[in-house]
């Protein structure tokens, strides 16, 4: 909900900070007081259209910060998150006006596009005035709110799963209805390749192996040559391991004598004799490993660079070749099976196809039950707001095939008759100003459970309306304050007397030659009841004005 409202230099106001509550809250003043220009200094916070001519003149900017507190769980948190923003505590919008007309917007201090405030916006508050273009009045989102109205969120999320699972199904029959058909246009070439790659028979790993030989065979006279010249030294005289070994005689047959003293060189001449030892023994076996057959070298090069070239040939590198290999039969044993996977496909595309129209219609039917109920519901709501002659109609419609997406296979659109025997139109082409704001009341009111926005403000929803009307109105939007915060601006003392908080909107006149400001008061009780009592008798209040505010506040007949 919105918690706070902070204005700087919009218009007339100079300096404005206003904290709201849950519950009904109300906004009165005289017209041209400047109730309007609040909600414009909202707007500018949600997003809204910046214009020069809302910067207080004189002055070279306005700022207008809301705060809200949007609840866990709120579409605004996805929204950050989505954006890597903070998503923790308050949430914090934020707009700066240029007197040039530019803006600057901001989220929890940080900069971001007005696109991106617009979206939060529209998730936080939904203003419905007279002659605005709102939510509520989109077609686009008039199919969602129906699923919440008539509880079929989970039937729409199983028709979304479907839906995807039969997108997955006609993918992979595409796919490989594109491969057969590809495979039997190159059924002569992949024979051919396959061939080659069976006659050569690469293995994976085999070019990095053959390049090691080739080179150990390459250098092999040289490696022989170093090999043996390092056995000759070692083996020099008596050789090194009989030196070693007649040195450790020796001093074995006093170490009795010295009592420990010899011990460890004793032990590190035994182990030098044994590596002396290991290592002539491993260079026999090194020098006996090489293969200097010309013939040899000859075999690993051709083969080396038969691999090689082969590789080049497919644009693939050497160890990729048994995957080629497998590809290529893999293609041709389609060919050669007569598409049976590719039936099984269509068979698995098929099935896909009718478990999405079944659950679609499924889905159909329950809506087409919800926008009963939900007509029957708006019914009754419009009638004690003077709309008894007026006809609300929730059109489902099925689409053609090739319209059938993840929500399903049916357009729904809310519609109005005003008129008896005229046929239903948009809400925003057939109702008034004032009309269409009672009807956006009543809706509101049916859907309040279904539509998650937190904050409604409602502009002058009883214009043209008085009495019992009005009366009716006031106790649907405290009914509807029940459940989410509103705020409207009204003219009527039924709608004001409703309130659970109240601010009275007025202009002054100020010193130091500032001009006409607007000032917005919170109106404790008793002065409450002097501004109902002004909206019941004009300029002059009189006593049974006051005794009518009075009933009024306390909920009595006059209410």
Do not use: C
């Not at 010899?262 to 002539?280: C, H, Q």
């Not at 039969?329 to 039936?343: K, M, P, W």
């Not at 130091?512 to 002097?530: F, H, K, N, S, Y």
């Amino acid at each position: 909900m919105l918690t706070s409202l902070s204005i700087r230099d919009v218009v007339l106001i100079r300096r404005l900070d206003l904290a709201f509550r849950p519950g009904l809250g109300v906004l009165t003043g005289e017209t041209g007081a400047g109730k309007s220009i609040l909600l414009d200094a909202l707007g500018l916070a949600l997003g809204g259209r910046a214009e020069a001519r809302l910067v207080r003149h004189g002055q070279d900017r306005a700022v207008v910060t809301a705060v809200f507190e949007p609840g866990p769980g709120h579409d605004s948190l996805a929204i950050l998150a989505d954006q890597g923003l903070e998503a923790e505590g308050p949430l914090i919008l934020r707009r700066v006006l240029g007197a040039d007309g530019r803006s600057r917007a901001f989220v929890n201090d940080q900069p971001v596009g007005v696109a991106l405030l617009r979206r939060l916006g529209d998730t936080l508050v939904e203003v419905h005035g007279q002659f605005e273009s709102r939510r509520l009045l989109s077609p686009a989102n008039h199919r969602a709110l129906l699923d919440a109205y008539g509880g079929l969120e989970k039937r729409a999320g199983a028709v979304a799963a479907a839906w995807d699972a039969w997108r997955a199904a006609g993918a992979a029959r595409a796919a490989a209805e594109e491969a057969l058909a590809a495979a039997r246009r190159d059924e002569d070439y992949l024979r051919h390749a396959l061939a080659e790659l069976d006659d050569l028979a690469p293995g994976e790993g085999e070019e990095e192996s053959l390049a090691a030989a080739r080179t150990l065979m390459m250098h092999g006279e040289k490696l022989l040559a170093a090999m043996n010249d390092a056995a000759g030294e070692l083996n020099a005289g008596r050789g090194v391991e009989d030196a070693l070994r007649r040195a450790l005689r020796l001093l074995e047959r006093s170490a009795e004598k010295a009592e420990g003293r010899m011990d460890a060189a004793i032990a590190a001449l035994a182990r030098g004799a044994e590596a002396v030892a290991e290592g002539l023994q491993a260079l026999d076996r090194a020098a006996a490993s090489l293969d200097l057959d010309p013939r040899s070298l000859e075999r690993a090069e051709e083969r080396l660079f038969a691999i090689r070239a082969l590789a080049r040939k497919h644009n693939v590198v050497a160890d990729a070749l048994p995957a080629l290999r497998a590809d290529f039969a893999a293609r041709l044993a389609a060919v050669e099976d007569g598409g049976t996977e590719l039936e099984k496909l269509r068979l698995a595309e098929s099935a896909a196809r009718a478990a999405y129209a079944e659950a679609a219609g499924v889905l159909s039917a329950e809506r087409a039950k919800a926008a009963r109920r939900l007509d029957r519901a708006m019914a009754a709501e419009m009638a004690p707001l003077k709309l008894e002659r007026a006809v609300f109609a929730t059109g489902v419609e099925a689409l053609d095939e090739d319209a059938w997406g993840e929500s399903g296979r049916d357009r729904v659109a809310f519609a109005v008759a005003t008129n008896p025997g005229a046929p239903p139109g948009p809400l925003d082409k057939i109702a008034s100003g004032g009309e269409l704001a009672r009807f956006m009341l009543a809706l509101k009111v049916v859907l309040a459970r279904a539509d998650p926005v937190p904050t409604l403000v409602f502009d002058e929803v009883d214009a043209g309306v008085g009495g019992a009307v009005a009366a009716a109105v006031g106790a649907r939007l405290a009914a509807l304050a029940a459940t989410v915060q509103v705020l409207v601006v009204t003219h009527s003392p039924q709608v004001a007397a409703r309130g659970d908080h109240h601010w009275r909107v007025a202009k002054a006149v100020m010193e130091a030659g500032e001009g006409v400001m607007t000032l917005v008061d919170a109106l404790p009780a008793d002065a409450r009841q002097e501004e109902i009592a002004r909206m019941l008798a004009g300029a002059k209040v009189t006593d049974e004005a006051r005794a009518a505010a009075d009933s009024l506040l306390r909920g009595g007949e006059g209410a």
